[in-house]
Nanobody, 120 residues
Framework: QVQLVESGGGLVQAGGSLRLSCAAS????????MGWFRQAPGQDREFVAS????????KYADNVRGRFTISRDNAKNTVYLKMNTVKPEDTAVYYC?????????????WGEGTQVTVSS
């Protein structure tokens, strides 16, 4: 059974930093591209960042590029999202996703999410 478990969310002040983690089990982690998505209240789930199976080819949404960094540790079956210079508009539930190829909204596996709240 595949499980993706996010952690690291919480309340942070604008301008601060946060690091999210997503621990994967039940799959061959190095065979999956990984990604982060987010969903704010009343809005659609949106792409945040993704990373290839070997840790190369990171991709970012325009509104987080330069502030967020995605990385992965295949030895620990974990993907990370380092969030710097956070803004109130970054407030959302953040979801981890796994897919054999490119990670999109149609990814095969999803975590249950972790709440990030940025106060102004």
């Amino acid at each position: 059974q595949v499980q993706l478990v996010e952690s690291g969310g919480g309340l942070v002040q604008a301008g601060g930093s946060l690091r999210l983690s997503c621990a994967a089990s039940g799959l061959t982690f190095s065979s999956y591209a990984m990604g982060w998505f987010r969903q704010a209240p009343g809005q659609d789930r949106e792409f945040v960042a993704s990373i290839g199976r070997s840790g190369f080819q990171p991709k970012y949404a325009d509104n987080v590029r330069g502030r967020f960094t995605i990385s992965r540790d295949n030895a620990k079956n974990t993907v990370y999202l380092k969030m710097n210079t956070v803004k109130p508009e970054d407030t959302a539930v953040y979801y981890c996703a796994a897919n054999p190829s490119i990670v999109t909204i149609a990814a095969d596996y999803w975590g249950e999410g972790t709440q990030v709240t940025v106060s102004s």
